[in-house]
């Protein structure tokens, strides 16, 4: 099941979005200013390889089923069904399932600062098919939502500075703008003011 999208409020997160090539699944459970949350169904060998960075936020992974393998700072640590692992902010980090069984948690993001509105164009993104060979979605796309969101907290891929982060939102800010990538943006999340 994919997520449907809404006229004037873009995709309901509350219905199941599936990557079509790592096959994780994902579906909010809750979303509040204080924090976002979503299920993540993980199936073996996927997960999120990208190491990033939360500046403002603290990300708490819930372990319902199966173990999850965190990476923060280069430190693994696993965790078990039952276990919460909170990845304060600011700190580097990934996570994936190791294990052959199918991995379910839930990421909770304190505050919930723009997750909803990440999520959608996540979700987007990959009902539309704009995935490479290893399930990522559009990363130049993901810029340009980002800024085009007035993100407070931009998901920061951890071996790009700061300040050169920020002039690449800046660049595919201006190429997303020519490149007509605000009608996805207002698809995707239901806003219509510019």
């Known amino acids: 099941m994919s997520a449907t999208t809404s006229a004037t409020t873009g995709i309901d997160l509350t219905i199941p979005f599936t990557n079509p090539i790592t096959r994780e699944t994902f579906r909010c459970v809750q ?6 949350s979503v299920e993540w169904q993980v199936p073996p060998q996927a997960g999120v390889y990208l190491e990033h960075v939360h500046a403002l936020q603290d990300e708490i992974i819930h372990v319902k089923q199966g173990e999850v393998v965190i990476i923060m ?16 902010k600011g700190i580097r980090h990934y996570n994936y399932n190791a294990r052959t069984d199918m991995l379910v948690c839930v990421l909770e993001y304190q505050p919930a600062l723009d997750q909803h509105r990440f999520f959608q164009c996540l979700a987007g993104l990959m009902q539309d098919g704009e995935l490479d060979a290893k399930g990522q979605v ?19 891929p951890a071996g790009i500075p700061e300040p050169i982060f920020k002039l690449l939102l800046r660049i595919f800010f201006i190429f997303g703008a020519i490149a007509g990538w605000e009608h996805q943006y207002r698809q995707y999340t239901g806003e219509t003011n510019v």
Do not use: C, T, W
Request: proline share 10%; net charge positive.
């Open 138 to 156: 559009s990363i130049p796309k993901m810029l340009y939502f980002a800024r085009r969101m007035r993100s407070r907290d931009p998901l920061r």
């Open 31 to 36: 979303s509040a200013p204080d924090s976002f």
């Open 73 to 88: 700072n280069g430190q693994s640590r696993s965790a078990a069904a039952g276990e919460v692992v909170r990845v304060p």
